[in-house]
């Protein structure tokens, strides 16, 4: 039997639509519009698609985004200069700044300037601190990572008890993943590129989270019958056969995993809508926290 595709765009489209109405009520009664703002710097084209994305979902729920590009060789003060601005300015209730940054760029101190009340992507040391300590609450969640367990509670309401596998172990994804299936009571185990016999270790999960930026590394013959399995990865790949010569495929060979598994999330389609849909989500909270 095939697995049960797991329509990422469809929940997405749904999480969107009841910001959307959020947004419009709170505008109705009077409270601020959530404002998010995007920090780009240099110009990796992914990044641009990536962002222009998040501001186009913005438009779309009404909420209003502030677009900031900075040069690729901009200096460790001007880009902490630009997120004080913008931790100071009451239209904005969410500050993305997007990653990678270019390498003289010292990350962790970026992410830390960042107000804790607009840290939309939740990548700030005290909400990760928070994420990870039990009986502490971060402000904000991560977006790939809570996508990624929307997705599977889909098909597992309850992850309580389950065996979780996450592959990779990334500040921005596996690491948070891990973290929120802690939470979530399963029984977690984090692979990375130094695991002995991934596949045996794959094997055990009840849900497989795939986050190593491999395209298709996971097999079929690694997957336990019935899992589910949430491919977080985005790999473009050469196919001459393809129009614009290359497509995006995912950390799992799509193919051969859903002949086994029990549920999947397809690539593109599945977590990187998720992605937006969060942050969407995030922004909103963001301006609520702003109306107290
Ligand atoms: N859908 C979405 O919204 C998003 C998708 N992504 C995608 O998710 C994927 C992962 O991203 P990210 O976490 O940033 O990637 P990173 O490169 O930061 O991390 C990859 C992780 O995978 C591990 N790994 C790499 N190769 C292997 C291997 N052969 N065997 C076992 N483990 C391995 C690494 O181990 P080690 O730590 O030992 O080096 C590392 O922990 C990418 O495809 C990326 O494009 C990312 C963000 C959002
Ligand atoms: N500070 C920060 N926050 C992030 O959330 C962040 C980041 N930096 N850096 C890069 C990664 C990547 N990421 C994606 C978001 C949406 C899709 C997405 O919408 N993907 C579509 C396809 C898009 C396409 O066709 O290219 C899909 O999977 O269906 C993918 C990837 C967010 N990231």
Redesign the pocket.
């Known amino acids: 039997m095939t697995a049960q595709i797991i329509d990422g765009k469809a929940v997405a489209a749904n999480v969107r639509a009841e910001v959307g109405k959020a947004v419009a009520e709170r505008v109705a009664a009077g409270k601020s519009r959530p404002g998010l703002a995007t920090v780009l710097v240099g110009d990796d084209p992914a990044s641009h698609v990536y962002v222009s994305s998040k501001r186009k979902a913005c438009a779309e729920l009404g909420i209003e985004s502030f677009g900031f590009e900075l040069p690729a060789d901009a200096t460790q003060d001007k880009v902490e200069g630009l997120v004080s601005e913008l931790n100071a300015d009451p239209r904005v209730h969410g500050i993305l700044v997007q990653l990678p940054l270019p390498s003289h760029l010292d990350e962790e101190k970026v992410l830390r300037a960042i107000s804790i009340e607009k840290d939309v992507d939740g990548f700030h040391p005290i909400n990760i601190g928070r994420l990870a300590q039990k009986g502490r609450d971060p402000l904000f969640v991560p977006?790939?990572p809570a996508?990624s367990l929307v997705l599977a509670q889909t098909v597992i309401p309850k992850l309580e008890g389950c065996n979780a596998v996450v592959?990779?172990?990334?500040n921005?994804?596996?690491m948070p993943v891990a973290l929120l299936l802690v939470r979530a009571n399963a029984t977690v185990t984090i692979?990375?590129?130094?695991?002995k016999d991934?596949p045996s270790v794959v094997r055990q999960a009840d849900v497989l989270i795939a986050?190593?930026?491999?395209p298709n590394?996971v097999k079929g013959s690694w997957v336990k019958p019935g899992a589910v399995v949430i491919d977080?990865?985005?790999?473009r790949i050469e196919d001459p056969t393809h129009p614009k010569g290359s497509r995006l495929v995912g950390?799992v060979d799509f193919e051969e995993v859903k002949e086994v598994a029990g549920a999947i999330t397809p690539v593109p389609g599945g977590?990187?809508p998720m992605?937006i849909a969060m942050l969407m989500q995030n922004t909103l909270r963001g301006a609520e926290l702003s109306d107290k």
């Open positions: 977006c790939t996508g592959l990779g172990r990334s921005i994804v596996g692979c990375h590129s130094r695991t991934l986050a190593v930026g491999r590394m977080v990865g985005i790999n950390d977590v990187g992605t």
